[in-house]
T-cell receptor, first 113, second 112 residues
Framework: DVKVTQSSRYLVKRTGEKVFLECVQD?????MFWYRQDPGLGLRLIYF???????EKGDIPEGYSVSREKKERFSLILESASTNQTSMYLC????????????FGPGTRLTVT | QQQVKQSPQSLIVQKGGISIINCAYE??????FPWYQQFPGKGPALLIA?????SEKKEGRFTISFNKSAKQFSLHIMDSQPGDSATYFC???????????FGAGTRLFVKA
């Protein structure tokens, strides 16, 4: 089974802090994604990566950056957390052989106070 | 601007009934239309998906109906069970599958 793990289930940070969310997948997938999930808005793509060190902006990249130094790991960085970044963050991965099917992690619920 | 509109927001169905969730999209470049199922505390998981060259796809109790001219697609859950109670998201992916737009989600509750 594909497994996508996220470093924390719950995280509470203060406004202005730098926040790192980590994601690891164990299926040797080429593609990795970061989404945020908000009630009434569904999932929105923040960034994705199709290879090590490669990254592309999604629909809502403002206030976020990403890092992919190893194939299995994709990090989401909030340079200076703000209260409007309080959300559920979901990581996903997919293989180059089937880009369409994404496997999701359990999510990290981030609260910025 | 939401490019995939999903309705209803919530749905209550009796056990054994049919659950129907509808979605509409705007971008004709989308070429893959998945439905994801999410249980509380879990990430979404792919349930069933369809390509625009097919009008219907069935997997067990789950069926996608697709109307390309109307730019609409729907999920039908036959013989709904309490275990189907979850949030369902429709989605649409561009060519290549890197950018997927999700609907707002439908919270389904199946009464025993």
């Amino acid at each position: 089974d594909v497994k996508v793990t996220q470093s924390s289930r719950y995280l509470v940070k203060r406004t202005g802090e730098k926040v790192f969310l980590e994601c690891v997948q164990d299926m040797d997938h080429e593609n990795m994604f970061w989404y945020r999930q908000d009630p009434g808005l569904g999932l929105r793509l923040i960034y994705f990566s199709y290879d090590v060190k490669m990254k592309e902006k999604g629909d809502i990249p403002e206030g976020y950056s990403v890092s992919r130094e190893k194939k299995e790991r994709f990090s989401l960085i909030l340079e200076s957390a703000s209260t409007n970044q309080t959300s559920m963050y979901l990581c996903a991965s997919s293989s180059a052989g089937n880009n369409y099917e994404q496997y999701f992690g359990p999510g990290t619920r981030l609260t910025v106070t | 601007q939401q490019q995939v509109k999903q309705s209803p927001q919530s749905l209550i169905v009796q056990k054994g009934g049919i659950s129907i969730i509808n979605c509409a999209y705007e971008n004709t470049a989308f070429d893959y239309f998945p439905w994801y199922q999410q249980f509380p505390g879990k990430g979404p998981a792919l349930l069933i998906a369809i390509r625009p060259d097919v009008s219907e796809k069935k997997e067990g109790r789950f069926t996608i109906s697709f109307n390309k001219s109307a730019k609409q697609f729907s999920l039908h859950i036959m013989d709904s069970q309490p275990g189907d109670s979850a949030t369902y998201f429709c989605a649409a992916s561009d060519t290549g599958g890197f950018k997927t737009i999700f609907g707002a989600g439908t919270r389904l509750f199946v009464k025993a």
